[in-house]
């Protein structure tokens, strides 16, 4: 099949790869060290199939009840990993620790022992990162970088999680440079945190606007949206 004769989102999604192997080149690294999170958010069941057929395995959500009638309508597609990445509230935990493998944006002790005391003794230990907050954004969620060792040992300590890494959204920044001096200051902090935390493994950085910037400084995954699925329908809060 030619490139001629894909959908849009197959399309778009050869064009994302290609230029995550130009920057994992770039930066002298293996490609196959950066994994692609395709963010479905916002987008119908259909989507995420298309871009399954596309050979995208790896789904990233925001929103639970937009997400949980998802994940249902597609369980006939055993090889997704679905992941969710957007800010948890407390009253909210039960349901990702019993559907997701993943969970990017840990920032408190009680959000993590929420999802360990409910995550089913017969799943496998759930994947979780902390969210880091590099900029003093108003309203912005995240842990402030000096603190992330003491969230880190905590999180260790649990039973049914497995700390895998960090995951950060910066402010925005058209600037290639500035771009690769916070995602620098992500993997600065990702390295010392690895002497105390041996097991990690991911650095989930960049998304549709800056994530060439983001591999070429180190992320092991991007979180990448509208340039696989266009522009969003609608937005939720």
Known sequence: MTSATLGTIARNLLAVRARMLEAALQAGREPASVRLLAVSKGFPASAVAEAHAAGQFEFGENYLQEALPKLASLKRLADLE?????????????????NFAWVHAIDRERIAQRLSHQ???WLPALNVCIEVRLGEEPGKSGVAPELVPVLARHIAELPRLRLRGLMCIPPPA????????RFRRMRELFEMLKQDVQQLDTLSMGMSGDY???ILEGATMIRVGSAIFGQRPSQRS
């Open 82 to 98: 679905w992941h969710f990445i957007g800010t948890l509230q407390g009253n909210k935990t039960r349901p990702v620790a019993e």
């Open 119 to 121: 995550r089913p003794a």
């Open 174 to 181: 058209d600037d290639t440079e500035v771009q690769r001096a």
């Open 212 to 214: 060439q910037a983001a």
